[in-house]
């Protein structure tokens, strides 16, 4: 059993900021429980693009406003306390942020920490025995 | 993608209460993705004793307050907004409520939807061919 508060993550390697939002990361594929888990804060007045071209992502907004859209089909979708989306077919996608988004995020395969968005805002797929140190 | 809204579960068969929790499931085995996530209500004034024997269980508290207890070790850990626990060892653990704790949580494997906890408090195993209809 592993207790973690979000609190615990300020400031240590599993708290990852890139401007637009900040990932704590409660379990990453070390953890080999098969997934990934995050808390993410998606920051107001801001616009992602991204694309998890290696992942399916669970997403889970409890606090905060914006869209989402669907650069696939052009479609958008509020995001509110108490909207899930799933990318369970790599899609790309934006999400633009009225107010302060905090989210839940599952990743399959678990993320492993090393990831970076790259140009075309993808995560590359690494595992524990091939990513970098 | 899927876009799903915690009400659009309201009464549907993905909304299961057995008393002193409500669950209602947004990704099921069904969905394929290798886990299954759900927003879960535990009610204040509840204690449940909880053994996912066939589970790995993340559990991320975003509102409520209570106490978990480790049946396996007697420790005792507060939950509140920001407490994550995950379940990488099976334990047989309980769960105190003193406000109402919602909290979003993931399985792996995927729950299918129909298990339900037997006297022990255990989630059967059931996989997508195995379950009953």
Redesign the interface.
């Known amino acids: 059993?592993?207790?973690?508060?979000?609190?615990d993550l300020d400031g240590t390697d599993n708290d990852v900021d890139h401007g637009n939002w900040r990932s704590r990361r409660?379990?990453l594929a070390r953890?080999?429980?098969?997934?990934s888990?995050h808390?993410t804060v998606l920051r107001a007045g801001t616009e992602t693009e991204m694309w998890y071209a290696n992942h399916?992502e669970?997403v889970?907004v409890?606090?905060g406003k914006g869209t989402?859209v669907?650069r696939?089909t052009g479609e958008e979708?509020p995001l509110?306390p108490?909207?899930?989306?799933?990318?369970?077919?790599n899609?790309r996608?934006t999400v633009r942020v009225e107010e302060d988004i905090?989210c839940?995020c599952?990743f399959?395969p678990p993320v492993t920490g090393r990831e970076v968005h790259d140009e075309h805002g993808v995560y590359p797929l690494l595992t524990e025995e091939t990513s970098p140190a």
């Open positions: 059993m592993k207790v973690i508060n979000l609190h409660f379990v953890d080999g429980v098969g997934f888990f808390d399916i669970c889970y409890y606090a989402l669907n696939e979708h509110a108490g909207t899930m989306y799933l990318l369970d077919g899609e996608h905090h839940a599952v399959n």
